[in-house]
């Protein structure tokens, strides 16, 4: 019982990090974007919906959310474009890893 809790906690997991990885393709083929600002928030409230549908934990909890919290306060409090483009870029490369 316990082997099996303990997969479907991974596997969801991994489900999670796909679907940030997904959106987070979309953030980086669009960072050079002039308004990149409404593409981000657009794209996380449809990450957030695709979560869940697929009955995610939507929560601070889980990694993948905190990552993307982090992201949204990095556009909160940017100081140039360059910033912005940067924070997007190592987004995509954290959600690359940890698939």
């Known amino acids: 019982m316990n082997r099996a809790l303990e997969f479907e906690r991974s596997d969801n997991i991994h489900k999670g990090w796909i679907i940030s990885k997904k959106y987070a393709d979309i953030l980086l083929n669009n960072k050079n974007s002039k308004n ?39 556009f909160k409090n940017y100081k140039s474009n360059s910033i912005v483009r940067n924070a997007v870029t190592q987004f995509h490369y954290t959600c690359h890893i940890n698939i």
């Open 36 to 74: 990149l600002h409404s593409i981000l928030h657009s794209v996380y409230g449809s990450m957030s919906n695709d979560l869940n549908s697929n009955h995610l934990d939507t929560t601070n909890r889980m990694k993948y959310n905190r990552a993307w919290q982090t992201l949204l306060n990095t």
